[in-house]
């Protein structure tokens, strides 16, 4: 299994930005799909973003035009750079690889409010 941990979370105003990291245990390298998702209570999961190996990106409605996804299979890195930050947006963030059963990680915690 790889393991991931995720990092960058914290409180900000609206129209603020984080920049969120999810640090791999293992290589990336041959993993097609990594993902960001994220998760309110009384919600469902919400994919908010996806890659692919090659670079292919998807954004939820919700994110498009204000997040951007990015990797470094080199380093075993996913990016998630956020940016005009909502109130809505608040959520505890995590990293996957929606084709793999890896354990979910523990998340990382995004507040947004003024």
């Known amino acids: 299994q790889v393991q991931f941990v995720e990092s960058g979370g914290g409180s900000v105003q609206p129209g603020g930005s984080l920049r969120l990291s999810c640090a791999a245990s293992?290589?990336?390298?041959?993993?097609?799909?990594m993902a960001w998702a994220r998760q309110v209570p009384g919600k469902e999961r919400q994919l908010v973003a996806s890659?692919?190996?090659?670079?292919?990106?998807y954004y939820d409605d919700s994110a498009k035009g204000r997040f951007t996804i990015s990797r470094d299979n080199a380093k075993n890195m996913v990016y998630l750079q956020m940016s005009s930050l909502k109130p809505e947006d608040t959520a505890v963030y995590h990293c996957?690889?929606?084709?793999?059963?890896?354990?979910w990680g523990q998340g990382t915690q995004v507040t947004v409010s003024s």
């Open positions: 996957y690889a929606p084709d793999r059963g890896d354990s």
């Open positions: 293992g290589s990336i390298f041959g993993i097609y799909l």
């Open positions: 890659i692919t190996s090659g670079g292919a990106t």
